[in-house]
């Protein structure tokens, strides 16, 4: 073994440490607060209650716990798994991205989101399935004050029974 190698050794050690002790600790990072702060301005610190836009049209489920309130402009028709948590939440200019979690799979989530966009007269523009643990949908809407456009994603969180779902929503696009 040469000189260098121990060295070497120890350094990916340390750093692996390092990494692993970073990774265990929940540091708050100030964008992303403010960012959160903003985007749920004006809601009573993440009570649950019914919101519009389940699966099947009636009203989604959002559990209390860990779960953060939706932003005060979410729109009714844009669809919401039931029983989802709000892991987290962020507000552009024009867009707001969410990620929540919520029971199921991947393929019978995809499936209640199409059924719901469509139900609700979105235009689907993309639909894939890259495998059991993996999916996207994505959808336009010409509306009264411009044009909109939503992409969800479905990923199995591992580890638990709960599937990931991002929401992107873009703002209305006056044409």
Partial sequence: MSDFAGPVAWSCMALAAAMAVAGCQRA?????EAAIEHATRGHDGGAAGSTPGGPDGGAARALSGDSLPLPAHFPADVYLPRDYRVNSVMDLQDVSVLSLSAPGKVASLFTDARGAMLAKGWTQTL?????IDTAMLA???????????????????NGDERVIVGVQLRAPMVQ
């Avoid at 959808?139 to 969180?157: A, I, M, W, Y």
């Fill in 139 to 157: 959808f336009e809407k010409d509306t009264g004050t411009g044009h909109r456009s939503t992409t969800l994603s479905f990923n199995r969180n």
């Fill in 127 to 131: 639909a894939a399935q890259h495998s």
């Fill in 28 to 32: 708050g990072n100030p964008i992303t």
